[in-house]
């Protein structure tokens, strides 16, 4: 019953070992957005591929570093979600018309 009563001693809500990571966290954070907008804007209207297409390519980039120096598990599961959704929203605004009108 000893581990009932001890603190919970993580530093962030995606650190696990008790280390604040903000570089990652902040990677995370651009990648979500990029990607919830790159998706978005593919799904909403054919006419917004610029925004879609240079997002998503964006927050592929942005995925892709953070992947690479992401120190924890649940930094890469987020990350995996934003990489997914940005490559979506790009592929989308590449068939609608791409990265430059």
Known sequence: MAQALR?????????????????????LAV???LGLLSFLTAIID???????????????????????ISETTRERFGL????????????LGMAHGGLIG
Do not use: C
């Open 80 to 91: 995996i979600l934003g990489l997914g959704a940005s490559g979506v929203g790009f592929f």
């Open 46 to 68: 054919e006419d917004l591929h610029l925004l879609s297409s240079w997002a998503g390519l964006v927050g592929i980039l942005t995925g892709a570093y953070g992947q690479w």
């Open 7 to 27: 603190p919970n001693t993580a530093g962030g809500l995606f650190a696990t070992d008790g280390k604040p990571h903000p570089l990652q966290d902040t990677l």
């Open 31 to 33: 990648t979500l957005v």
